[in-house]
């Protein structure tokens, strides 16, 4: 078997690595850094020009990415810890309307998101209602042919930075709580809406959003009325695939590029160490896992099969992988790995230290551990709920 990407695949990562070259400057990346808002309006516009925000999808100028190429193009865009998080929520949306949104709906939206122009946050999580979407409380009151919305939501990360948020609200009472449910499409900038900062272990900005008896006309509903469910459940299905390897990979460069460093005058590089060595590849045994069982869900994207237990598997191994390599190579390191980027004698420019960080969030964005386990005894070992 050969699991190296075709040529075509290749070519697009020289051109990525060519773009980051350019586009996403020191002082960009001191900036993303010191904010914490993965967003920033000119690098999406750039993405946008190159048609990367949503490259498998067919142009009138250009054919779509194979999904292979896009694979590699996302993994090397999060490698680099570009700022894309706001353009892969926005396609997360985009998807919905795209299957169930009204075609006025994706003619004034849809395009916009291609070009960069206009971004889509998640309102999902409630504080009482975070993994378990279906029993959010954020309701939606019809008054004519406008909507009346009222609530909160957490975790609504680029929230302030976005144009939309794509809120998930009750409209009804009766029945199982997932079939009361409809999704909005929430300007940000309107009457009654207000997004507060919440920083989270790693430094990155995420927001409390609350909406106080904001109007919504009608065209901005997504899908059927209480047909929420399955709005959610196509724009989630990208979401559980989400892959954390080149977070991993971004790690270990960093650790072996410690290792390889002579320590102190005339001293030998750790790498030397055969217990170093056998830490370092731990890390590389589990970083080719990770990698592996996210190409084989780009394959079976391929070959037109949805990868309904395999993305969650391979988001459960990669972020849990990431945690226990993080918390292994930092050990290994030793004190000296715990400077973080400000202080100008941090290790490799604080990087190791700040994978610390990231990496405990990880098991919580697009779903808890414990959720994708669920959806794997569910769905591959056809367990009861």
Excluded at 100 to 129: N, Y
Aim: glycine share 8%; with cysteine; charged share 25%.
């Amino acid at each position: 078997m050969d699991f190296d990407f075709d040529p075509e695949a290749e070519a697009i990562r020289s051109e990525v690595l060519e773009f980051l070259a350019t586009e996403l400057t020191p002082e960009l990346v001191e900036h993303l850094y010191r904010t914490g808002v993965s967003h920033e309006e000119r690098f999406a516009r750039s993405l946008g020009a190159r048609r990367w925000i949503a490259p498998d999808w067919p142009s009138e100028d250009s054919a779509p990415l194979d999904p292979f190429s896009v694979h590699v193009l996302t993994d090397e865009l999060n490698k680099a810890e570009a700022p894309v998080y706001a353009t892969a929520t926005t396609m997360i949306v985009a998807r919905a309307i795209r299957a169930v949104g009204s075609e006025q709906l994706k003619a004034d939206v849809l395009p916009l998101v291609v070009t960069g122009e206009i971004t889509i946050a998640l309102g999902m999580s409630e504080p009482e209602a975070g993994s378990d979407v279906a029993s959010v409380q954020t309701r939606a009151r019809r008054e004519g042919d406008d909507w009346v919305i009222n609530g909160q939501k957490m975790f609504t990360t680029n929230g302030h930075a976005t144009n939309y948020v794509f809120l998930l609200a009750r409209t009804s009472a009766e029945g199982p709580k997932h079939k009361g449910l409809t999704t909005f499409l929430v300007p940000v900038d309107g009457p009654g809406v207000e997004a507060q900062a919440v920083y989270t272990l790693s430094g990155e900005r995420t927001n409390i959003v609350f909406y106080n008896d904001v109007h919504l006309d009608d065209r901005w509903r997504i899908g059927e009325v209480n047909g929420g469910w399955q709005a959610l459940m196509i724009s989630l299905q990208d979401e559980h695939s989400a892959g954390f390897s080149p977070h991993l990979a971004r790690l270990l460069e960093e650790t072996e590029g410690w290792a390889r460093e002579p320590r102190g005058v005339g001293g030998e590089a750790p790498i030397v160490d055969e217990a170093v060595q056998e830490r370092l590849t731990r890390c590389a045994t589990d970083l080719e896992v990770a990698q592996l069982l996210e190409v084989r869900t780009t394959w079976m994207e391929a070959n037109d099969v949805v990868p309904m237990a395999e993305g969650p598997m391979s988001k459960l191994y990669g972020t849990e992988a990431l945690v226990r390599n993080a918390e292994d190579l930092s050990e290994l390191v030793g004190p000296d790995g715990l400077r973080s980027r400000p202080d100008e004698t941090a290790l490799r420019g604080g990087r190791i230290e700040h994978a610390l960080r990231f990496s405990l969030g990880t098991t919580i964005y697009a779903g808890t551990s414990e959720i994708q386990r669920n959806i794997i005894a569910e769905r591959a070992c056809h367990l009861p709920r």
